[in-house]
């Protein structure tokens, strides 16, 4: 489960960029290659150097060539982009992890802070209580570190604590749940929620239209309905359905748990004994809503997922149930935001881009996984 709201500066949904797609645009300032391989992208860019750190982690075994190929060619330049050594000392804190979601996005900060002999990190305790989450930033502030990479429990509450940072001069980079003043950070990176469903719908519309389905039942089911998160997906799912001429006909919600994801299912199954297409938005759920469908013996229809997790990836690739896709929430972001605290720090841009400093936000794209690119993102992706 991920809870980001828009930040300041990021379109709103409503203001989308032309795809060659099928279905509803995508925004146009979206970075595809941070779905996989995000921190790949910044090497890519700025010829970064990689290798040991304080943090003691290392690189995962049997990572892919990619992976391996970006490590080479950034401990190849380490002179170029740090000629004097500096040591850059950055602290990291994130929500408790208490699902595979986030689990992953402190893990994948940890084997990207091992990749770079220059940055010094200081991993705080994950906490879902807020004012100890504040209590660990103040005490990064104290040791003045160069930067913090901040996934919030609560972007609001944190808000206050992060200005703090940013007025002490340190480099701040926000992540996911974005905080409520834009002066209490210098980056932003986030998953793009609206866009999530926009991925999902395309997907389910275009391959309905394909079976020349014209009047196809679509059941949806949604994390936790009160969130914004959940807002957001939904509506980019009710959007790009519109375009194909199609709506959902069942939503209901789940938990974000295996055990809501089961019985919401088993619920809906018996409410609607036909469905042609059913959309999940979480993978962690997605576990329980994968067995109610195996006990209830439905198979007429397929089911597109959403986060992107590894057990969902090794289904899709399996092709031996009504799984036949996901859509990725990156949960590569943290390492994502490790590498651009770095170069905030040693002042480096991007690479390929024209200007000087690294830019204000990212958001992330939500790509779809399919059978036919599965063997691309399961090297990032998390255990549900």
Known sequence: MSETDQPPGIAAPADVGQ??????????FLFGGFAFGASAFLAACTSNSVGGTSAGASSPAGSTTASSAVISSSASSSAATNPGGKMVKIGFSAPAADHGWMAAITDHAKKTVAKFPDIQANFVEGTNDVNQQISQVETLINAKVDAIVLLPFDGAQMTDVA???TDAGIEV??????????FAYRTYI??????????AGNYIGQRLKDAKISNPVIAEIQGIASLPLTVDRSKGFSDALKSFGFKVSNQVAAE??????ESTTANLL??????DAIWNHDDDQGVGVLAAIESAGRKEFFMVGGAGSANVMRAIKADNSVLKATVVYPSTQASSGIELARLLVLEKGLGDLQEIEVPKSFTLFSAVVSKENVDKYLPSAFES
């Not at 980079?173 to 834009?182: I, K, L």
């Not at 018996?270 to 469905?275: D, L, T, V």
């Open 163 to 165: 200005k703090k940072a």
């Open 270 to 275: 018996q409410a609607a004994p036909k469905i």
């Open 256 to 261: 974000f748990t295996a055990d809501s994801g």
């Open 173 to 182: 980079v926000n992540v996911d749940r974005v905080f409520s003043s834009p």
């Open 190 to 199: 986030g998953g793009d929620n609206y866009g999530m469903g926009v991925s």
């Open 19 to 28: 795809s060659p797609a099928a279905g509803v645009p995508r925004r146009s």
